[in-house]
């Protein structure tokens, strides 16, 4: 094949062209192989630069050259914006926006019944209360009889039991053993509060359930005194309830304490007149007294060294009257929506 000038300048053309047009990366590196590989017409020109007479063969060949070194050029810089083109494109199709707002990832709430309880330790812990545990199923000892309560006692009736198949272990009906058995293992000075769920075979209703939850508090040491008690409550439901609220004594019965007292605060939507929530214009809160001396000699202490007061509450009744809630069974269903309010 012979190669002139004229031949030289149609590869350039047809080649910037092709170049210019090639629609892809990988359409341009198929023109790569053809304009440049071995069966290309510049490679066929360069080889047949050997036929040319002497005197044109240098001249041609610089002008092979040349073009070989444009085409080069024109690949590479084709080949970079295709390869830009390539990339945009991809960040218009792929993009992320940064400002998209997904749906929120609902946090989970504390129970009330954990609020509440969260609340009374704090408010004990602030005058030194510790918090005792003691077993949910109980014997009859620590559960009735050390508590002054005996087979025949009409408090027993009050108190209708869960008891295990053995006849004698019960689900505790009160927090109050924990008082027994925190006196058995400790000496005074006690200052104690005992949370946890209490079992009775109530009929369910909006203000009773078959399981619920109490604390109980204990304090045994020289001098106890009534009075001591009733700042105690006093500190305790201003607390709770607010600062505004008055706390109202009277008389009660418990047969492990003597005196006994029952304490209610104010209502805090009539302030006392009545209202339909409150009936009268009190709440009742807790019952309490001094510990019974046979109390105090059942736990191992010595009433004529030791005295001390008692008291107890229901920790959902409590979460009630906070949080105006009418029903106690909305604390043991399981209800989302209910939860969220708190
Ligand atoms: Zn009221």
Same mark, same amino acid.
């Given at each position: 094949?012979?190669?002139?000038?004229?031949?030289?300048?149609?590869?350039?053309?047809?080649?910037?062209?092709?170049?210019?047009?090639?629609?892809?990366?990988?359409?341009?590196?198929?023109?790569?192989v053809e304009l440049l590989g071995k069966k290309g017409g510049l490679t066929a020109a360069l080889?047949?630069?050997?036929?040319?007479?002497?005197?044109?063969?240098?001249a041609a060949g610089a002008r092979a050259n040349s073009l070989k070194a444009e085409i080069e050029g024109l690949l590479?810089?084709?080949?970079?914006?295709?390869?830009?083109?390539? !990339?945009?494109?991809?960040?218009?199709?792929?993009?992320?926006?940064?400002?998209?707002?997904?749906?929120?990832?609902?946090?989970?709430?504390l129970h009330p019944l954990t609020l509440i309880l969260r609340e009374v330790k704090a408010i004990f812990s602030r005058i030194g209360y510790d918090v005792a545990l003691g077993p949910q199923v109980e014997d009859e000892f620590h559960n009735f009889e050390a508590l002054n309560i005996p087979q025949d006692h009409p408090a027993r009736d009050t108190m209708d039991s869960f008891y295990l198949e053995d006849g004698k272990l019960l689900l505790r009906t009160h927090t109050s053993p924990v008082q027994i058995r925190y006196m058995q293992s400790h000496t005074p000075p006690i200052r104690i509060i005992a949370p946890g769920a209490v079992y009775r075979r109530d009929?369910?209703?909006?203000?009773?359930?078959?399981?619920?939850?109490?604390?109980?508090?204990?304090?045994?040491?020289?001098?106890?005194?009534?009075?001591?008690?009733?700042?105690?409550?006093?500190?305790?439901?201003?607390?709770?309830?607010?600062?505004?609220?008055?706390?109202?004594?009277?008389?009660?019965?418990?047969?492990?304490?003597?005196?006994? !007292?029952?304490?209610?605060?104010?209502?805090?939507?009539c302030d006392g007149a009545g209202c339909r929530s409150c009936k009268a214009g009190w709440l009742e809160i807790l019952g309490a007294g001094m510990v019974h001396p046979q109390v105090l000699r059942n736990g191992g202490i010595d009433p004529q060294h030791f005295s001390g007061f008692a008291f107890g509450a229901g920790l959902d009744r409590l979460a009630m009257l906070k949080y105006n809630v009418n029903d106690l069974r909305m604390f043991l269903d399981k209800d989302v929506s209910f939860l969220r309010q708190f």
């Amino acid at each position: 094949m012979s190669v002139n000038v004229g031949d030289l300048d149609a590869i350039g053309i047809d080649a910037r062209r092709r170049i210019a047009s090639a629609p892809d990366e990988a359409a341009l590196e198929q023109l790569r192989v053809e304009l440049l590989g071995k069966k290309g017409g510049l490679t066929a020109a360069l080889r047949g630069l050997g036929r040319l007479p002497a005197d044109q063969r240098a001249a041609a060949g610089a002008r092979a050259n040349s073009l070989k070194a444009e085409i080069e050029g024109l690949l590479a810089t084709r080949a970079q914006q295709l390869q830009e083109t390539r !990339i945009g494109t991809l960040a218009d199709r792929e993009w992320v926006d940064v400002t998209f707002v997904p749906n929120p990832i609902r946090r989970g709430h504390l129970h009330p019944l954990t609020l509440i309880l969260r609340e009374v330790k704090a408010i004990f812990s602030r005058i030194g209360y510790d918090v005792a545990l003691g077993p949910q199923v109980e014997d009859e000892f620590h559960n009735f009889e050390a508590l002054n309560i005996p087979q025949d006692h009409p408090a027993r009736d009050t108190m209708d039991s869960f008891y295990l198949e053995d006849g004698k272990l019960l689900l505790r009906t009160h927090t109050s053993p924990v008082q027994i058995r925190y006196m058995q293992s400790h000496t005074p000075p006690i200052r104690i509060i005992a949370p946890g769920a209490v079992y009775r075979r109530d009929a369910t209703d909006p203000s009773h359930g078959s399981q619920f939850y109490q604390f109980e508090g204990l304090v045994v040491d020289h001098d106890i005194r009534l009075s001591d008690l009733k700042g105690t409550i006093e500190y305790f439901a201003r607390s709770l309830f607010g600062s505004d609220r008055r706390i109202r004594i009277s008389g009660d019965h418990f047969p492990f304490t003597e005196p006994s !007292i029952g304490a209610s605060v104010s209502c805090g939507l009539c302030d006392g007149a009545g209202c339909r929530s409150c009936k009268a214009g009190w709440l009742e809160i807790l019952g309490a007294g001094m510990v019974h001396p046979q109390v105090l000699r059942n736990g191992g202490i010595d009433p004529q060294h030791f005295s001390g007061f008692a008291f107890g509450a229901g920790l959902d009744r409590l979460a009630m009257l906070k949080y105006n809630v009418n029903d106690l069974r909305m604390f043991l269903d399981k209800d989302v929506s209910f939860l969220r309010q708190f």
